[in-house]
């Protein structure tokens, strides 16, 4: 059984960070998105080896379904990120048009 008082710790930890990130997320500006992103998806990255590290070491059934939920939802969030990452990048290019066809003005 998990005690008690360690159980609403970690849900109040978990609450703490959620609010925490929300309001520092909410306050960047935007033309800081993109590195922000970019850094994020390192660290999910990281995350996502750790995830296939822990599923290579689990020995049980619940581990194992565990570890693999982990993984697959790791490498959702990583592609993800590279995806928007890419979209938000597009959104600074000039028209790809007027650049190739004119050359550098």
Known sequence: MIDTT????AVYIAMLAAFTGYVVISRVPV???TPLMSGSNF???IVLVGAMVALGLATTPLEQA????AVVLGAANVTGGYVVTE?????FNRSGKKQKEGGLK
């Open 66 to 69: 565990i570890g693999f939920i």
């Open 31 to 33: 033309i800081l998105h």
């Open 87 to 91: 979209r938000i990048l597009q959104m």
């Open 43 to 45: 660290i999910h990255g």
């Open 6 to 9: 360690l159980f609403w710790t």
